[in-house]
């Protein structure tokens, strides 16, 4: 069974500096990684996709890696702004199904 | 492209009342819909999955007699808490995949989400 865990639970930064977020899973069978941004009490939005044949994905200020030899993913966020002050989850397409990590809720502080 | 319109997003209702659910996918013909739940500060759990047309596909320790979920058309799937009670209180969000749309290729996309209060 897919686990996929990310690390650290929360993080708060001050304005500029740089994110870095984590994202492991069990099982390197997969489709495909995606990257999400969950405002409170809001649905999800798509931030990256990666395919499981690709190393890593850009937009904007977003860049995502993907070792799935050894079921890793990290998000790097750029010169964070407050706006960036959410909870992101990385999810992992493999069997099918989607499965979930429980998210890093960031702040940036101005 | 692949917009997923979920409604209502706030609900509230007295215990032992049944609660409706829709999800429609706007701009593509969902083949397959996904019904997950989140618990506050937790992963989204998947609770079903649903083909058009078929029955529901239900995950491990989700009761499909309190969950009722009907996907009768290729735009359209609804998620019914029967006899909903406090415990049920939750968020939950749908996600649809289909035709031209394969979320392998493209990834998932998802609706807005309802946040269920039962009192």
């Known amino acids: 069974k897919q686990e996929v865990t990310q690390i650290p639970a929360a993080l708060s930064v001050p304005e500029g500096e740089n994110l870095v977020l984590n994202c492991s899973f069990t099982?390197?069978?997969?489709?495909?990684l995606q990257w999400f941004r969950q405002d409170p009490g809001k649905g999800l939005t798509s931030l990256l996709l990666?395919?499981?044949?690709?190393r890593e994905q850009t937009s904007g200020r977003l860049n995502a890696s993907l070792d799935k030899s050894s079921g890793r993913s990290t998000l790097y966020i750029a010169a964070s702004q407050p706006g960036d002050s959410a909870t992101y989850l990385c999810a992992v397409a493999s069997w099918g199904k989607l499965q979930f990590g429980a998210g890093t809720q960031v702040v940036v502080t101005p | 492209g692949a917009v997923v319109s979920q409604h209502p997003s706030r609900v509230i209702c007295k215990s032992g009342t049944s609660v409706k659910i829709e999800c429609r996918s706007l701009?593509?013909?969902?083949?397959?819909m996904f019904w997950y739940r989140q618990f506050p500060k937790k992963s989204l759990m998947l609770m079903a999955t649903?083909?058009?047309?078929?029955?529901?596909?239900?995950e491990q320790g989700v009761e499909k007699d309190k969950f009722l979920i009907n996907h009768a058309s290729l735009t359209l799937s609804t998620l019914t808490v029967t006899s909903a009670h406090p415990e049920d209180s939750s968020f939950y969000i749908c996600?649809?995949?289909?035709?031209?749309?394969?979320?392998?290729?493209?990834?998932?996309?998802f609706g807005s989400g309802t946040r269920l209060t039962v009192v």
């Open positions: 649903s083909n058009e047309g078929s029955k529901a596909t239900y």
């Open positions: 701009d593509f013909q969902a083949t397959t």
């Open positions: 996600s649809a995949s289909g035709t031209g749309f394969n979320p392998d290729n493209y990834g998932y996309t």
């Open positions: 099982d390197s069978a997969i489709y495909n």
């Open positions: 990666i395919q499981s044949s690709q």
